[in-house]
C-alpha cells in the first residue's frame, strides 16, 4: 500500500495522514520527528509521556496512538535487542497494518539475535517495511547512557579493543525520513554505519581532541559495568538486560562498515570526527 506525502524538500503543510512516532522522545525518534515535521507532516509523539501515553509493554496502549495513522517509525524500549522485542513488535505491527498504518520503520540494530527476530516479525505483519539496522550511535557518548562517565574525564566500559563504526544519529533519522516519505525504500534493510572503525579508545581520543578537555578509555568487566550502572541508580532487571545485549553485541561480529547511508541518501555517512566537531561546539560536556 502507499499514501501520498509532501515531497523532499517541500514547503510546510497542516493536512495529510499523520504519521507515528514510537519512541518520539528518545535519542532517535526526536530527530525523525523534527524532521517530519519541518517536512510539513503531521507527527504524533508515541512515548510513556505522550498523551495518549504509549507504552510497548501494555498493549491497551497502541490501539489511541495508532488511530488515525498512516505510517510510523519504531524504536523499541528497552532496546530492540531485549527478549521481548519480537514478540511486540510483531503484535504491533499487525495491528497496525488492521488499522490502517501500513507503512512501518523499524529502528534495528546490528549483530542482536531478538532484534533479528523482531525484523522478521515485521516481514511477516504484511506492512510495507523497511529496516533500518544500525550500528553503534556516536551520540551515545553525549546523550544516552555513557554520558555521565564521559564528563567524567574516564570512559569505563567493557568494549575492550573491539572497533565499531560509530554512525551518526542525525544520519539515521535522515534514513528513517526517507524512508516513511519515498515508495523505493519499501522491502529495503539498510544497515547504516560510519565510513570508519574505531575503538572506544580512539573515539574518546577524537572525541577529547575535539572538545579540549581530557577523557580516558578505561576498559572494564561487564559485571563492573553492571556495579557502575546500579551504583548510578539503575533498576536491576534493566542493568542486567542492558548488559546482556552488550555481552552479545561487543564481540568484534559488528566491527565492519556498512553502506545503508550512501544506498538511502546517496550520499556518504557522517564521518565520527564531524560529530566530535558539532559536540565541541556545544556546552554538552561543559
Known amino acids: 500500500m502507499t499514501n501520498s506525502y509532501p515531497p523532499a524538500g517541500g514547503g510546510p503543510t497542516t493536512s495529510g495522514p499523520v504519521t507515528l512516532v514510537v519512541g518520539g522522545t528518545g535519542q532517535s525518534g526526536s530527530r525523525v520527528a523534527a524532521r517530519l515535521s519541518d517536512r510539513g507532516v503531521p507527527v504524533r509523539i508515541a512515548a510513556r509521556s505522550s498523551r495518549p501515553r504509549f507504552d510497548w509493554q501494555d498493549d491497551s496502549s497502541w490501539a489511541p496512538a495508532l488511530d488515525g495513522v498512516a505510517a510510523a517509525f519504531l524504536s ?6 531485549d527478549p521481548s522485542a519480537p514478540e511486540h513488535i ?3 505491527a499487525r495491528q497496525a497494518v488492521e488499522r490502517g498504518a501500513g507503512r512501518l520503520v523499524l529502528l534495528s540494530g546490528r549483530g542482536s539475535h531478538n532484534a533479528l527476530a523482531a ?3 515485521l516481514h511477516e505483519s504484511g ?3 523497511t529496516i533500518v539496522r544500525c550500528s553503534w550511535f556516536a551520540q551515545n557518548f553525549t546523550e544516552g547512557f555513557l554520558t555521565d562517565l564521559v564528563r567524567s574525564g574516564e570512559l569505563a566500559f567493557p568494549a575492550g579493543r573491539v572497533a565499531e563504526p560509530f554512525i551518526d544519529a542525525d544520519d539515521v533519522a535522515e534514513v528513517a525520513v526517507a524512508a516513511l516519505l519515498e515508495d523505493r525504500h519499501i522491502g ?6 560510519g565510513p570508519r572503525l574505531l575503538t572506544f579508545a580512539d573515539a574518546a581520543a577524537e572525541l577529547s581532541a575535539a572538545v ?3 577523557l580516558r578509555y578505561r576498559p572494564i568487566s561487564f559485571d563492573e559495568f553492571a556495579d557502575v550502572l546500579i551504583q548510578a541508580g539503575a533498576p536491576a532487571e534493566a542493568v542486567a538486560g ?8 561487543l564481540d568484534g561480529r559488528n566491527a565492519h562498515l556498512a553502506d545503508g547511508v550512501q544506498r538511502a541518501l546517496g550520499r556518504p555517512a557522517s564521518d565520527f570526527a564531524d ?7 556545544t556546552a554538552v560536556l561543559g
Open 275 to 281: 560529530y566530535a566537531r558539532a559536540v565541541a561546539r
Open 90 to 92: 510483531g503484535s504491533f
Open 212 to 214: 579540549g578537555r581530557p
Open 242 to 249: 542492558t548488559v546482556a545485549v552488550l555481552q552479545e553485541i
Open 76 to 81: 523499541y524500549h528497552p532496546d530492540i535487542g
Open 119 to 121: 525484523e522478521r516479525a
Open 127 to 129: 506492512a510495507d517495511w
Open 188 to 193: 529495503q534493510v539498510y544497515e547504516v554505519s
